[in-house]
């Protein structure tokens, strides 16, 4: 399968704790994008990446948040010290830059539950 | 700043009926992309369409349609003789740049009964 590929699928974890979350792109996708979305919300951006470089991130991304992309491919989402309005799905989405509309793929998603 | 408004939050009808979901769009920038995605209870975003702000012309895909309104901000769109599968969350989105975030809106969840 070539689709953008998220892990886990599913996280449940005490408030406190650390978690980490896994984005693969689609092979070559240049750019990668982390978006959360909330009960009764539509999605929300966090941060991009292009490459390696993280060029933007929302206000929405406190300090407990970490995103990295290390070697421009996959990339992870940390959030340390869990509360529970972290409570969230948690989106990432791929495109190529290049000529013309850039469209963004989306992954199906980590669903973390704070307790 | 951008913004998109879903008024309707959940809407209700009886299978085979036509439905329109209702998007209105703010945004200071004359170019700009209006997105329109489905969200069934599995939770993916699967998407529907595209449309540029250049580009105003009506699209019908099946028993989908949508129309633009530059004049009034809007993108809605239409199932027509909707069918129990339709049934999902439906997100409105708009992007000002090609390659920039998806800004959305908070969605419509669309019950269609049997």
């Known amino acids: 399968d070539t689709g953008v590929s998220q892990d886990p699928r599913h996280k449940i974890t005490k408030r406190g704790q650390n978690v980490t979350f896994r984005c693969d792109p689609i092979?070559?996708?240049?750019?990668l994008y982390w978006y959360r979305q909330t009960l009764g919300q539509g999605p929300e951006f966090l941060t991009y990446?292009?490459?390696?470089?993280?060029?933007?991130k929302s206000r929405l991304l406190s300090d407990r948040f970490s995103a990295e992309r290390p070697k421009g491919s996959f990339s992870t989402l940390e959030i340390q010290r869990t509360e529970q309005g972290d409570s969230a799905m948690y989106l990432c989405?791929?495109?190529?830059?290049?000529?013309?509309?850039?469209?963004?793929?989306f992954g199906p998603g980590t669903r973390l539950t704070v307790l | 700043a951008q913004k998109v408004t879903q008024a309707q939050t959940e809407i209700s009808v009886v299978e085979k009926e036509d439905v329109t979901l209702d998007c209105v769009y703010e945004?200071?920038?004359?170019?700009?992309?209006l997105f329109w995605y489905k969200q069934p209870p599995s939770g993916e975003l699967v998407f529907l369409i595209r449309?540029?702000?250049?580009?105003?012309q009506n699209e019908i895909s099946g028993r989908y349609s949508w129309n633009f309104q530059k004049s009034t901000s809007s993108f809605n769109f239409t199932i027509t003789a909707s069918q129990v599968v339709d049934s999902a969350v439906y997100f409105c989105?708009?992007?000002?740049?090609?390659?920039?975030?998806?800004?959305f809106g908070k969605g419509t969840r669309l019950h269609i009964l049997p």
């Open positions: 989405a791929s495109s190529l830059v290049g000529e013309g509309y850039s469209e963004q793929f």
């Open positions: 092979s070559e996708h240049n750019r």
């Open positions: 990446f292009q490459n390696e470089a993280q060029l933007e």
């Open positions: 945004t200071r920038d004359t170019t700009y992309y």
């Open positions: 449309r540029n702000s250049f580009d105003e």
């Open positions: 989105a708009l992007s000002v740049n090609r390659d920039d975030k998806i800004i």
